[in-house]
Structures are given as structure tokens and as C-alpha cells.
């Protein structure tokens, strides 16, 4: 089994396919290392394709110990994947909790990064929502731990914004829900406390979003509702990044619409590749409708 042993000692499994530049998947909670199955059999193609598993989700290490587990300690663990495998740079795409790992990686490590694919980044991140969502981590976290995934993973994999992938691919989604419910107990309770429930608010982040450069793919669902204002922020605040919003679309966007989050992605690839992508002109950032001033 192939492992990369960060420099914290947490062994993370990972999985290569393919040649080319190369492109590092990071997985959402209630996924793992076969989420990105659409994208890693497309890309694989043209790219060295890496996905690993996040600590706490097997055939990952499981630390028993909930500080082992932060935004910080997964911002870091996809470089320690780059550094294992030897690899200076690459594009990295995130999901979810995937997401936020991809842009704190981004704003930290840019220099390691070809470009962020933030894709349903957002829940939790409005003041106004903080408590509640922290309240419902903690209470969520309990229930794995003490239910188990088994069990939890039922319900998890019935909530608003993942009804979408059941109504469009009902085997596809019953290959989520199996798999969801195939996760560690404890992994997903630590990783929930000491991640989910812990990260700094995306609004915190602004001043740092606002000096990122790094080409950046902003991408959501219209039906994830957690991620829609947020993405907006985002959209407005990094001025390398674009924004993709799929119709009729939940949170699994990269399962529910593969072939158009596959589009835009690889589009996105070629553009930052061939060296097109370009900041926003700074013309376009009015508060004016029809002039060109802000009065």
C-alpha cells in the first residue's frame, strides 16, 4: 500500500494515474480517495493524477488524538504529499473540506501551486451562521463517534444540498452513501471537531484573499446553498479567480455534473498552462451600473 509519512508521522495512503503535469485531489468530509474516480479516469489522460485520503479517513492513518487534526494539519498534509512525491508544483483541486485545504494551501504555499480549484467551499464561513454551525459539528461528531458511520452516514448522505445526486443518479448516489458509511467513527469525529468545527471563518481571510495570485477556479452548485454567498465573496475578493456555477447542482458537484465540472476544469487547466489567465481588469470593479466612475 502506497503511504506518505508527514512530518507530524500521520501515514496518508495515496493513488497515482496517469503522466503529464501534475494535478493533486483533495477529497470533501463525506468522501475519500474514490470520490474523484470521474476525474482521475478523465484527467489521467493528459496528467499525473494524485488523490490521497485525508488523516482520519482510511487506509489513512486514524490518530486517536483529536489535535492531530486542524486546518492547518490538512493545508499541510497536501504538502507533504507534494513533498513525498517529489513534486514542485502542481494544480490542486479541492472539494468541500477539500476546498478549504486547497485555498489555505494556496495562500500559504503559493509557490507550489500551478492553480486552486475551490469547489464547494462555504459551509459554516457567515458570521451570523458561526454558532450554529459549530453546535451542529459537536453534536454530529458525537453521533459518529457514538452511532457510528454506519449508521449516521445514512442520514448524512440525505441532507439538502445531496438529495440533488440521489434525484439524478440514484446507483451513484447509493455508491456515495455506501462508501460514506465505510468511514472511520473516530477519523470522522476528530476530523469534524478538530477541522470542521475549528477553521477560521472565510470572511477572516479577506485581506490575505485579496493579495492571492495564484490562478483560482471558484465552482458551486446553485442548490448548495452554504456556498453560494461565500463564493460570491470569494469571486469578489480574489482577482485571479473565476467563477462556475452548475445548474440544479447540490454539493458533490464533481459527482453529480462530472462531465461539466471535468469542462470547466480542464478549460481552466489549458488556460493557466498556456499562460491566458488572466487577473481581473480593474475597470470592471465598480460600484457604478452604467458609468465608469463609483459616483
Known sequence: MATITTPDGVNLYYEEAGDGEPVVFVHEFAGDVRSWEPQVRYFSRRYRCVVFAARGFTPSEVPADVDMYSQDHARDDILAVLDGLGIDKAHIVGLSMGGFATLHFGLHYADR??????????YGAGEEVREQFENE?????????????????????????????????????AEFEQQL??????????????????????????????????????????EDEPCLDVGLFMKRTITSSSLVLLPQTGHACNLEEPALFNQFVDDFFHQVESGTWRDRDPRSMTSGILSTTDD
Open 181 to 222: 458509511r465505510e468511514h472511520s467513527g473516530l477519523g470522522s469525529a476528530n476530523t469534524m471537531r478538530g477541522v470542521q468545527r475549528k477553521r477560521p471563518s472565510l470572511y477572516e481571510l479577506e485581506a490575505a484573499m485579496r493579495a492571492l495570485k495564484v490562478p483560482t477556479l471558484i465552482l458551486n452548485g446553485d
Open 137 to 173: 459539528a459537536l453534536a454530529a461528531a458525537e453521533r459518529m463517534e457514538n452511532d457510528g458511520m454506519d449508521v449516521f452516514g445514512k442520514d448524512y448522505a440525505l441532507g439538502p444540498t445531496r438529495v440533488q445526486l440521489q434525484n439524478k443518479d440514484p446507483r451513484g448516489w
Open 113 to 122: 501551486a500551478t492553480s486552486l480549484v475551490v469547489a464547494g467551499c462555504g
